[in-house]
């Protein structure tokens, strides 16, 4: 079974930072393999992909709204991938997933992140 567990969330200022961690239980192949996600919800909007970081040493790739300002990066000895966010702004608000993918697709429950003044 594969369990995939998201913190860092909170309040933060616009143009502030934080960063969030997922860590991946793995079940039967290694950490390093995974294509590694993270995702963002916003209210009344559909959930929408922010950034990835393939398995394999495979590329990384960003969503255009957050190229620049979020950076995502991986510690494989520890099963964990984290999104660096800065300048942050009040459209970044929404509840981010942290997402598992090897064959079948994995989701964590989510950490909240307000931009607000």
């Known amino acids: 079974q594969v369990q995939v567990v998201e913190s860092g969330g909170g309040l933060v200022q616009p143009g502030g930072s934080l960063r969030l961690s997922c860590v991946t239980s793995?079940?039967?192949?290694?950490?390093?393999?995974?294509?590694m996600s993270w995702y963002r919800q916003a209210p009344g909007k559909e959930r929408e992909l922010v950034a990835t970081?393939?398995?394999?040493?495979?590329?990384?790739v960003y969503a255009a709204a957050t190229k620049g300002r979020f950076t995502i990066s991986r510690d494989n000895a520890k099963n964990t991938v984290y999104l660096q966010m800065n300048s942050l702004q009040s459209e970044d608000t929404a509840v981010y997933y942290c997402?598992?993918?090897?064959?079948?697709?994995?989701w964590g429950q989510g950490t909240q992140v307000t931009v607000s003044s």
């Open positions: 970081s393939g398995g394999f040493g495979g590329a990384t």
């Open positions: 997402n598992a993918k090897l064959r079948l697709s994995y």
């Open positions: 793995t079940s039967g192949f290694t950490f390093s393999t995974y294509t």
